[in-house]
């Protein structure tokens, strides 16, 4: 099988690139798994300093895989264990973590940037949470940190109306550090990851444990996981899905 994860370390910096380009990297049950084992394994390697994540092709990530979506809203799946394997391996992550953004970021892919500490954007991303548009609730402990981050106005029209946030007004609203050329996207990143891994591991590790509370946010996760997993089950997600699958709007007026 295709590895739609690719695993590199250089010199400190661990990359994680996901790469199933074809399906603009939405994220399999298959793809959490590599990320989980690979982010929880660097915990206890001490060649790893620093952690980026990237997106092979013209987009970070299309979020979760739909069809994986649509099999548990139709009760042909029971679901992904692994997907709450890897947030919460973010949420956990002492490590410094870089993302380094390109096109669309829609769902996970936008709420995973909130666990990264530096997030470069290139010019023509766009950043969505389409969370209610899929008849979902929100994940990744983003309905703390969304509006922690940005106001409670700005992240409820994105959960609520699944506004598409443009890179400028994301790096204005504190979203990301840096928006660059596509073109110096890798450049940038890699030069911001280098510079962290330069810097005393033990300090960087002692002060994102000093500004994030990663288990107040796994608690966060398992509220939302209870009713994401109840959502995804009703009526309106597999109209959902449905219609993504046929590719037309939904109807959401017909269920109840
Ligand atoms: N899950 C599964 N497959 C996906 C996918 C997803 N989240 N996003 C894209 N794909 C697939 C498409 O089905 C298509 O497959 P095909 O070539 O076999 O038909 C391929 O990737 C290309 O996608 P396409 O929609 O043609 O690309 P686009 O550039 O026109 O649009 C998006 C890109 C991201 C705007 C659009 O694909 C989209 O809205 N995807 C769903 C996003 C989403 O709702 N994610 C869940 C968030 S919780």
Request: proline share 11%.
């Given at each position: 099988m295709t590895e739609h994860v690719r695993v590199e370390n250089n010199n400190g910096i661990l990359t994680l690139t996901l790469a199933r380009p074809d399906k603009?990297?939405?994220?399999t049950d298959a793809m959490y798994r590599k990320l989980a084992d690979t982010i929880e394994a660097a915990e206890s390697?001490?060649?790893?300093?620093v952690l980026l994540i990237r997106g092979e092709g013209d987009m970070f990530t299309a979020g979760n895989d739909v069809g994986e979506f649509a099999a548990v809203a139709s009760g042909k799946s029971e679901g992904s264990r692994n997907v709450g394997r890897f947030i919460q391996s973010l949420a956990r992550c002492t490590r410094p973590l870089v993302a380094a953004v390109q096109g669309r970021a829609v769902g996970v892919g936008t709420t995973m940037l909130l666990h990264c500490d530096l997030v470069v954007l290139a010019e023509n991303t766009q950043l969505s949470t389409p969370f209610v548009s899929l008849a979902l609730v929100p994940e990744a402990a983003s309905s703390l940190l969304m509006p922690a981050r940005i106001g409670y106005a700005r992240a409820y029209e994105m959960f609520a109306l699944g506004e598409t946030v443009p890179a400028k007004s994301a790096l204005e609203w504190g979203l990301a550090n840096r928006v660059v050329p596509l073109e110096r996207l890798d450049t940038e990143a890699l030069a911001l990851a280098q510079r962290l891994a330069k810097q005393p591991a033990g300090a960087l590790i002692a002060t994102k444990k000093l500004m994030r509370d990663g288990e107040a946010l796994v608690a966060q996760m398992n509220a939302e996981g209870e009713q994401f997993a109840k959502r995804l089950r009703t009526a309106e997600a597999r109209e959902a899905f449905t219609a993504f699958a046929e590719r037309r709007p939904p109807d959401f007026t017909k269920v109840s």
């Open positions: 603009k990297n939405a994220l390697d001490p060649s790893v300093r």
